[in-house]
């Protein structure tokens, strides 16, 4: 099935599960966070492949992640602050730019992950994961965790590691989450070591 949706190009990678913090300054997405409010419909979160956040309409990797706004607020500095929440990922079927350089694009859901089971190998990870979000602020620390389960891990990982975007987007394009989990395994391992 088919969704419309407004894009939301950024120099990030998001995954289903995830939180994530934006200020909105730009009256495209002053707009579309308002629609999204109102009618309670999803964004979608895309990779900047060519261009920038500001400005006219970037271009962008076709596979995304689904969300929702969890919550809202005025910021002291008078600007918009709204916490986006991973849903599932999609991939853009087609895409038109507005008048107002705003994205809207026809996408498909792709296949829901379910929960795995950490095993042995994989508790350096949960550990590793419970150690970068205890440095960090809410929404992060506030969301609700899964350490026990090695697919929430291994997304989360991914995005708050400072891993190069283009590699953090190949993992998002991953259909067999145990090739990602595997893949960041040894990604790890060998910077941990070397």
Same mark, same amino acid.
């Given at each position: 099935m088919l969704l419309s949706i407004p894009l939301f190009p950024l120099k990030t990678v998001m995954f289903p599960g995830g939180v994530l913090p934006l200020r909105i300054f730009e009256p495209r997405y002053l707009d579309m966070v308002c629609e999204c409010l109102r009618s309670d419909s999803e964004i979608g979160v895309v990779l900047i492949k060519e261009g920038s956040e500001t400005g006219e309409a970037a271009e962008t990797h076709p596979v995304g992640t689904l969300c929702t706004i969890s919550y809202w607020n005025r910021r002291t500095d008078g600007l918009l602050g709204i916490t986006l929440r991973g849903n599932r990922r999609f991939? +853009? *079927?087609?895409?038109?730019?507005?008048?107002?350089?705003? *994205?809207? &694009?026809?996408?498909? &859901?792709? +296949?829901? +992950?379910?929960? *795995?089971?950490?095993q042995q190998k994989y508790q350096g990870m949960a550990s590793l994961l419970r150690k970068i979000i205890s440095q960090l602020e809410p929404p992060y620390t506030t969301m609700p965790t899964h350490y026990d389960d090695l697919e929430w891990v291994s997304a989360r990982l991914v995005e708050l590691l400072p891993l190069p975007l283009d590699y953090k987007q190949q993992l998002l394009e991953v259909d067999d989450i145990f090739s990602r989990i595997e893949e960041l395994y040894l990604q790890i391992q060998q910077s941990t070591v070397g």
């Open positions: 991939q +853009t *079927i087609s895409s038109e730019v507005k008048s107002n350089q705003l *994205i809207m &694009a026809e996408v498909e &859901a792709l +296949t829901e +992950t379910h929960p *795995i089971d950490i």
